[in-house]
């Protein structure tokens, strides 16, 4: 049976297990977390991004996760600066157009703060003169910065991003640098 671990990654960790570009860097890696053996990540988290990562000891289990043909749904929690309006969320519903083509229609819509939501290090900017506001982006696609590129495209840049959900895994309450086993079923 496949292996499966789900893991929140905290904001500034880079989503491998080791920082091969940069010899002696202090930038924390997988491996400051988890000390499971054989597990690899199923898919990518930018460092400044947030929330679930799955991992796997099975390369088809994670190439069906990771590989853009199958088109595993993932949930984001995005705070953006702005106020979202239905134009915006449109816009994101029926795909924009990016430099490397138009998205896939996405699911979005306006959702109060995340409960409970953990403090973030360093925390997002705030600025007094300009609002916030939660979306939660479901995408079935994995390009480069997407969700963040976006957002920017209809005018209310990422502040914040988190992943909630790959497929049937969700993060639940996963406390940032926890892990958990799951099964391959999403439970």
Do not use: C
């Not at 990562?53 to 600066?81: C, F, N």
């Amino acid at each position: 049976m496949n292996r499966v671990i789900l893991f929140n990654k905290p904001f500034g960790v880079l989503s491998q297990f080791t920082d091969k570009g940069t010899e002696g860097s202090p930038r924390p890696t997988l491996s400051a977390y988890i000390d499971e053996k054989g597990f690899y990540p199923a898919g990518r988290l930018d460092r400044d991004s947030e929330g679930l990562m799955v991992l796997t000891d099975s390369g088809p289990l994670q190439a069906r996760i990771s590989h853009p043909k199958y088109k595993l749904a993932k949930t984001y929690w995005v705070q953006v600066e702005g106020t979202p309006d239905e134009q915006a969320l449109s816009a994101l519903r029926s795909g924009v157009m990016l430099k490397d083509g138009k998205t896939a229609p996405a699911k979005a819509r306006l959702i109060d703060p995340p409960d409970p939501l953990w403090n973030r290090d360093p925390p997002v900017r705030f600025r007094k003169s300009v609002p916030d506001a939660w979306l939660e982006i479901t995408i079935t696609e994995g390009r480069n910065r997407q969700v963040r590129r976006m957002t920017a495209h209809v005018g209310l840049p990422t502040l914040r991003l988190i992943r909630a959900r790959v497929g049937d895994w969700e993060l639940h309450k996963l406390q940032p640098g926890a892990w958990r086993f799951s099964s391959e079923l999403g439970r």
